[in-house]
């Protein structure tokens, strides 16, 4: 399947609260385009790890991820659970590949979804794949990592971020 454009900052239908994902023959394609995507962002960029269907223009619930050698394929996730207990880190997306955003996730987290055949899965997570789901959740529900800052110091640009620290950002979305 293709490769999709990914959509930017700015784009209000980063903002779009996603609908709920039914019918496979809809599905099977967009997680394949996601696949793509995401392979594709990450040769030319160096990091990725998912991405959600509306960053490719469609505002499907939809997220694609690949992490530490497992693929989930999530349809229409829902929290059942999310610790009160924080961390914090330097996120990035590829919506805006180039700025970096300190925020704080939950250590641990349960979602029930669907798979990419319709059967029911709950996916319990904790720390990296933690905060990937949220990220990922986050733009189902139009929400941005800029969105959840820790301060108005929470932001930097990519070149800044590795002259500083001199490493990539510990998210790596």
Known sequence: MPVRRILQLGDPLLRAVSTPAGDPSVVQPVFRDLRDTLHEFRRTH???R???AVQIGEALRLI???????????RNPRWEYQSGNKFQLWDDCFSFPDLLVRLERSETVRVR????????????????????????IDHLDGI??????????????????????GRQAAGGI
């Open 64 to 74: 694609y991820i690949e992490f530490e050698g497992l693929n989930y394929a999530i």
């Open 144 to 165: 941005l990592a800029i969105d959840r800052a820790i301060d108005r110091n929470s932001l930097s640009t990519r070149e800044e971020y590795v002259r500083r620290y």
């Open 46 to 48: 160096g990091f990725g």
């Open 113 to 136: 979804y669907q798979d990419d055949e319709g059967n029911a899965r709950v996916l319990e997570a904790t720390g990296p794949l933690s905060e990937l789901l949220q990220h990922e």
């Open 50 to 52: 998912g991405i959600s």
